[in-house]
């Protein structure tokens, strides 16, 4: 068994995130202007929900081939090609729309791509934090990744909103391509270790890697619980989230769209920096259940009236409590799992929380179109019920009781989730992988070893864009 010096700041952490955030501004631009253009060009919501249904499918398909790259490749050449791929992508559509060829279905396809190279990405970064950060600070550094995610949906749509109408979608894109080079700058420069691997001479494929994976979180079933959890707070939430645009677009203006959609990233922002001064609470577990409850009710009022300032608060209050959540769930895994699996936990991770994600995205816009919006019309079936005096009639009322319908589906999950013990008792049930900051990191861990641990600690039988994993 080898130990790895364990890092003593994040200086290397905060140089890649530096450089990663100035990336995500210029995709921010870029995901807002090309949200607007889809709008112009189409007018329903199901060009929104099938541009978001490609771009998180190789998520979820690809989830034992990256994690098991994470964990057997170089992390940092990883992150670099994914880094590169999606400069290329923007590059050519930036080529498309200068040439006047740029069609929605070109769209469809760049977002595949693009999740493509996303989804090695994710698990290689993931899996470098606990080589990057001191034990003591994992939940601000989680933090500091949700503020980027945050500070991503507050400047952007602000900017995006000024700059369609002065630069139009060609030059927003250029900004996109751009800001790439900043993070690509930044991970050429950073020195990120690799952990020790006590099977290197072993020969593995990717399935036995998968299911490597997928046995440690069965071994720990709380882990496992808490991970179907996820997926259905990822399903509820997206089944909504997915249609905010046309919900917002079908009454008021793009530059109200921008201004909800800041309100949104500007609670995400305050609760992120919340979590990385306060570091997260001390029991998790029931912290990210109330956390996602909270986020649940917000998730309603952003349903309830076609009224943009109703709408903003919602949104608000539904993203505030999203990185409080998600920092101290990134913690618990980050804790739990041995640092040489946790690029095949994590990718095992993502794709059970995000597995029934694309159904959401896949189904919301048609029952918009169809279902949704014809009940909630004026004269419709549901105009002259409760909820239609509640909710209102006209366009986008529709979409507004699909808000509520969401909200509902995360309270009682997250009910459930609590009434679990195994979820519940987490963290005492299953002991810590990563030991106290001066022990060293424990570099490599064999399966035996881990399961026997997991088990003498186990008496009993688990959200871009997901909410939380």
């Known amino acids: 068994m080898t130990t ?34 889809i709008y112009q060009q189409t007018g329903r919501a199901t060009p929104f929900a099938l541009t978001v249904l ?20 170089n992390r940092k050449k990883l992150m670099l090609l994914a880094d ?20 929605i279905w ?10 493509v190279f996303s989804a090695f990405q994710e698990p290689a970064f993931a899996a470098s934090v606990v080589m990057l950060v001191p034990k003591k600070d994992l939940q601000r550094a989680n933090g500091m990744a949700q503020m980027s995610n945050a500070l991503g949906n507050l400047v952007p749509p602000l900017l995006a909103g000024l700059l369609f109408g002065l630069i139009g979608l060609k030059g927003i ?63 509820m939430a997206n089944f909504a989230m997915v249609l905010q645009g046309p919900m917002v677009l079908s009454t008021f203006s793009s530059v109200t769209l921008g201004s909800i ?37 917000g998730l309603g009022f952003t349903g309830l009236r076609a009224d943009p300032f109703l709408i903003g608060a919602g949104m608000f209050a539904f993203l ?23 690029g095949r936990v994590f990718a095992m991770r993502s794709m059970i929380s995000r597995s029934i994600m694309p159904l959401a995205f896949l189904s919301a816009g048609p029952l918009a179109d169809m279902v949704f919006e014809p009940l909630m019309q004026t004269g419709g079936p549901m105009s002259d019920t409760i909820i239609g005096q509640i909710l209102g009639v006209g366009a986008g009322r529709g979409i507004g009781l699909i808000f509520v319908l969401g909200s509902l589906g995360l309270l009682a999950a997250s ?54 994993e």
């Open 4 to 37: 790895v010096s364990p890092p003593k700041n994040m200086r290397t952490f905060t140089t890649i995130w530096i450089g990663q955030l100035i990336s995500l501004f210029g995709s921010g631009l870029t995901s807002f202007a090309l949200g607007v253009w």
């Open 54 to 73: 490609f771009g998180s499918l190789p998520a979820v398909l690809l989830g034992p081939l990256t994690g098991s790259l994470a964990d057997r490749w």
């Open 84 to 103: 590169t791929g999606n400069a290329l992508l923007t590059l050519g559509a930036l080529l498309l729309l200068s040439g006047n060829h740029l069609e």
């Open 106 to 115: 070109n769209i469809y396809l760049i977002a595949l791509l693009g999740s």
């Open 173 to 235: 894109i250029l900004i996109d391509f751009v800001t790439y080079f900043a993070a690509l700058g930044t991970l050429i420069l950073a020195v990120i270790p690799q952990p020790e691997q006590t099977d290197k001479n072993e020969k593995h494929n990717v399935m036995q890697d998968a299911r490597l994976g997928w046995r440690y979180l069965r071994t720990n079933s709380g882990l496992l619980g808490m991970m179907f959890y996820f997926a259905w707070v990822n399903f």
């Open 261 to 297: 959609q800041t309100a949104g990233g500007l609670g995400m922002l305050i609760g992120s920096i919340l979590l990385s001064i306060w570091g997260g609470p001390k029991r998790k577990i029931p912290g990210i259940i109330g956390f996602i409850a909270l986020s649940g009710l």
């Open 320 to 342: 505030f409590f999203i990185p409080l959540a998600s920092g101290a769930s990134q913690a618990i895994f980050q804790t739990k799992v041995p640092a040489d699996l946790q």
């Open 415 to 468: 009910l459930l989730a609590y009434l679990n013990p195994r979820i519940r008792n987490i963290e005492s049930e299953i002991p810590d992988a990563l030991p106290d900051q001066n022990t060293g990191i424990t570099a490599g861990k064999n399966i035996e070893t881990v399961e026997l641990q997991a088990k003498a600690g186990q008496p009993g039988e688990k959200i871009p864009l997901p909410v939380t």
